[in-house]
């Protein structure tokens, strides 16, 4: 007898061979997928403890986000007209003005975000440039997330800017210790994550995540190459993915003085302003490019999405996280980065809905080397699901053409179940694993226990958040 037994849905299994079935089914033991097929092959005598019958419904792999960051759902639209500010603005937040329970809060709120829009498997950097003066945020951050059910990559390395970090750490009575933070803490800290917290949870994994790879401007070359070997040695050492971002000059800087960083192990979040050459060694040795078409690095410089793919370069769509102006919805980074590049290159054919698919399931779970786990439905493989309630207008007719409906029209909040491991963890769009308002409470207490640290209105105060106003009006 199977546990667990989706039946009727369009099945849309992302396999080698790409197979719908118009009718199918997908059978769940423990935390595998135990069968896949068309309603038709399904044995007479198949039982389950429970069946769900998913008629109205799409039955596809759980979405991957191989790039986001912790702390950003307790930071968005904070500071978003500071421009270049911005990052600064973050690390005197992330720094100096929060506390563990912020981390959880804020992973859990993330990971809650992420599940409702059909995220099964998140990747979180900790901080937009790491947090990385103790194993505690991160260890914070990975509780909270995993609290809600979701797969959970995360973590530290060095970050970028110039050193030393200066880091608060706040007591329980509201005192607080002062540290400066300098490359050994950083390389310390982060082999001792992954020491420490890999193997701790089933769902969890803590990655190496520095801020920066290649050649960091505020360092000296001698300081970026050791920077590199040492975020090479310590995944590699604990085979744990490698994940980071990464501009122009950066993967010429990696291939001139540490090659054997370039890996299909190193994924390399935003790679704008590559050159021609640059590109060439991206196809050569098989790292990954994360394209985030909604994040702000695509404001100061375009990420050649359609030459890459061109080179036959490894590539998935990630959202970025949520700060300052975004949110954990794939569903519109899909047609994002359809629109934009079609924008691009004028033609409307780029990019077509099934490789659009592609990149935020099968490709990302290959960038992590959780292909043979997650990432299709297949058997075998690890019973992370979504289903999609496609019985809505915006929907409607269902069933000509499914790849297409999804891509261009759903949007993350038609996802009424999300499963990981077998186990349901949103159904009806309802969490099963935590208490929603709770979980909410939580956040809104943190987010102004750390307004409260920060002490600067000007971060919520745009004075161009509304237009000038012309003629008579403007003169009254």
């Known amino acids: 007898m199977w546990d667990l037994l989706l039946k009727n849905g369009i099945v849309i299994t992302m396999d080698g061979e790409r197979r719908i079935y118009d009718r199918g089914y997908v059978a769940v033991e423990g935390d595998t997928i135990a069968a896949v097929g068309p309603m038709e092959q399904l044995p007479l005598q198949a039982q ?29 639209t904070l500071g978003e007209h500071l421009d270049e500010d911005w990052e600064p603005m973050a690390q005197e937040i992330y720094y100096r003005c929060v506390d563990r329970e912020f981390w959880r809060a804020e992973g859990a709120l993330a990971a809650a975000e992420r599940l409702k829009f059909g995220t099964t498997t998140g990747v979180s950097m900790v901080g937009s440039t790491p947090r990385v003066d103790s194993v505690q945020p991160l260890e914070a951050n990975l509780e909270g997330s995993l609290s809600t059910g979701i797969r959970q990559l995360s973590g530290v390395g060095c970050p970028y800017g110039a050193f030393p970090k200066k880091a608060r750490v706040w007591r329980e009575d509201g005192s607080a210790e002062e540290s400066l933070v300098g490359p050994e803490t950083a390389y310390q800290v982060t082999e001792q994550a992954v020491k420490q917290l890999n193997g701790r949870h089933p769902r969890g994994i803590c990655i190496v995540a520095p801020g920066r790879m290649g050649r960091r401007p505020d360092e000296s070359d001698e300081a970026n190459i050791r920077h590199n070997r040492e975020m090479y040695r310590i995944a590699s050492e604990y085979g744990v993915p490698l994940h980071t971002h990464a501009y122009g000059g950066d993967v010429q800087f990696l291939m001139d003085h540490t090659p054997e960083v370039l890996t299909p192990q190193l994924s390399l979040t935003h790679s704008t302003g590559y050159s021609q050459q640059e590109l060439e060694i991206l196809a050569k040795t098989g790292a990954f490019v994360f394209h985030g078409p909604t994040t702000h690095a695509n404001i100061a410089g375009h990420c050649p999405v359609q030459e890459m793919l061109d080179l036959g370069i490894n590539l998935a769509v990630v959202t970025d996280g949520t700060a300052p102006d975004r949110s954990y919805d794939l569903w519109r980074d899909m047609k994002n980065v359809q629109l934009f590049q079609r924008f691009r290159k004028k033609d409307g054919n780029l990019i077509p809905c099934g490789q659009a698919l592609e990149l935020v399931t099968i490709e990302p779970a290959r960038a992590l080397g959780l292909d043979h786990l997650i990432g299709s439905l297949e058997p075998g493989k690890r019973a992370d699901i979504i289903t999609v309630d496609v019985n ?15 891509v261009y029209h759903a949007m993350g909040q038609d996802v009424d179940r999300a499963i990981v491991d077998g186990v349901i963890v949103m159904e009806n769009r309802r969490l099963t694993q935590v208490d929603e308002g709770k979980l909410l409470e939580d956040a809104a207490q943190a987010f102004e226990k750390m307004l409260s640290r920060l002490n600067r209105p000007e971060v919520m105060e745009n004075p161009n958040l509304w237009p000038r106003r012309r003629g008579s009006q403007a003169a009254k």
């Open 48 to 76: 389950a403890a429970r069946e769900i019958d998913c008629s109205g419904h799409a039955v596809l792999p759980g979405l991957v986000d191989g790039h986001g960051h912790g702390g950003h759902c307790l930071t968005r």
């Open 392 to 406: 809505q207008p915006h929907l409607a007719p269902f069933g000509p053409m499914p790849v297409q409906r999804l």
